[in-house]
């Protein structure tokens, strides 16, 4: 990708359709989640990223019902509505260790006019 951490709505969709490793998370609010999602996405808003990333592979499990992602996968996308959120997120992960950690800049917002939501 020509910006390591950005990821299109185009590579998001195909990711969608063939990868069992992409670990998709949403760190919009519960508001935002309840009005609308990207399926198969996880819930962990933005202010709870970093303890989320932080948390025994026990721990993640219990909270948020699907194994924590190891620092090297290799696709692990956030999302927001509009991209400044998935982005402040995005290095939240990088900081942790997540070195392939990138944000789907175009958020909800985007998927949504592009899914004719």
């Known amino acids: 990708r020509a ?3 950005l990821i299109s ?9 063939k990868s069992q490793n992409l670990f998709l ?12 999602r990207i399926p198969g996405s996880i819930h ?3 202010d709870t990223v970093e303890a989320a990333f932080k948390m025994e592979p026990e721990e993640f499990k219990a909270k948020y019902g ?3 992602p190891p620092p090297d996968t ?11 959120r998935g982005g402040i997120a995005t290095d939240k992960a990088n900081k942790l260790g997540y070195i392939n950690a990138c944000n ?9 006019e592009k899914e004719g939501k």
């Open 3 to 5: 910006n390591q951490d």
């Open 9 to 17: 709505y185009e590579e998001l969709k195909a990711l969608l359709g």
């Open 25 to 36: 998370v949403d760190v919009r609010n519960q508001g935002e989640v309840d009005a609308g």
């Open 44 to 46: 962990i808003p933005v």
């Open 66 to 68: 699907v194994t924590k």
């Open 74 to 84: 290799p696709e692990l996308v956030f999302h927001c509505h509009m991209g400044r």
């Open 104 to 112: 789907y800049a175009g958020g909800y917002k985007q998927w949504s």
